[in-house]
């Protein structure tokens, strides 16, 4: 923030707050907000790799409606709906698809 309105980015220069996407305002209110439950279905994949490094440090609960891409990596996330606690993408696709099959 350089001032009221006015964010200096790397690539954009100096946007209104408008001008963020709206997966990067989710992000930045799951770093400073954590206590709440963010709805991440509107972000896109590329927002994975944030929602990891910020839970990393914070304990966030977010809802999804899609299988999102969390990447070849390890990472330890529970699945509210079943309590199954998973590491992989291997371990989240069949649960996470039998969880979407039900709400869907």
């Known amino acids: 923030m350089v001032g009221p309105g006015a964010i200096n980015t790397k690539i ?44 990393t440090q914070k304990d966030l609960t977010i809802s999804l409606y899609h299988l999102m891409d969390f990447g070849n990596g390890k990472f330890t996330a529970t699945v509210a709906n079943t309590g199954d606690v998973v590491h992989t993408m291997f371990d989240l696709v069949p649960i996470a698809a039998k969880c979407l099959k039900e709400n869907s």
């Open 12 to 55: 954009l220069g100096i946007i209104p707050p408008e001008r963020l996407s709206g997966g990067t305002k989710t992000l930045l209110l799951m770093y400073f907000m954590p206590q709440n439950i963010y709805n991440a279905t509107t972000c896109s994949d590329n927002c994975a790799y944030w929602i990891l490094r910020i839970a």
